[in-house]
């Protein structure tokens, strides 16, 4: 069973206990009968996150911790097959201005300038940068690396 059918009402988990979630997000879902007006609700909200998250929209996205900002690197780039850096400009609340991949480099290297990262920063109202870099040969422990620099 999929997650998102645990938040809806008893009556739509005993009928669409074995839809995916794809599915279940998707606009045209064919079992709409079985959802309550809050499920629906529901599942506008997530709908509405979810296309926001595949567009890459980070509209006040706050990365409040090293914790966040590694997995926010890594769903960028984790599993990218080449080295590649990224720069998130922060603001004074921490919530991302910019997020941008600066350099794409080879399965082993990525040739980075300082100045290239610094004309992204002053075109913003820039506090904070966070640079990354991923390291695609597979080691988890070192999948990316990532500098705050104040």
Same mark, same amino acid.
């Given at each position: 069973?999929? #997650?998102l059918v645990n938040l809806l009402s008893k !009556?739509? #988990?005993e009928n669409i206990s074995d839809v995916? +979630?794809?599915?279940?997000?998707?606009?045209? @879902? !064919?079992?709409?009968a079985y959802l +309550? &007006? %809050? =499920? &629906? =609700? !529901?599942?506008a909200i997530i709908r509405e996150a979810f296309a926001t998250y595949k567009t890459g929209a980070i509209d006040k996205v706050k990365v409040g911790s090293t %914790?966040?900002?590694?997995?926010? @690197?890594?769903s960028q780039? %984790?599993?990218s097959e080449c080295e590649q850096v990224m720069v998130?400009?922060?603001d004074s609340k921490n919530q991302i201005l910019k997020s941008e991949i600066v350099f794409k480099g080879t399965v082993n290297s990525s040739v980075v300038h300082p100045r290239e990262i610094f004309k992204l920063a002053v075109q913003y109202p820039t506090a904070r940068i966070m640079i990354a870099h991923n390291h695609p040969s597979g080691c988890i422990l070192s999948r990316v690396n990532y500098k705050r620099i104040i």
């Open positions: 069973m999929c #997650r !009556k739509a #988990r995916s +979630t794809y599915e279940l997000l998707a606009d045209d @879902f !064919k079992g709409q +309550t &007006k %809050g =499920d &629906k =609700d !529901k599942l %914790g966040s900002a590694g997995l926010y @690197f890594n780039i %984790g599993e998130i400009l922060l």
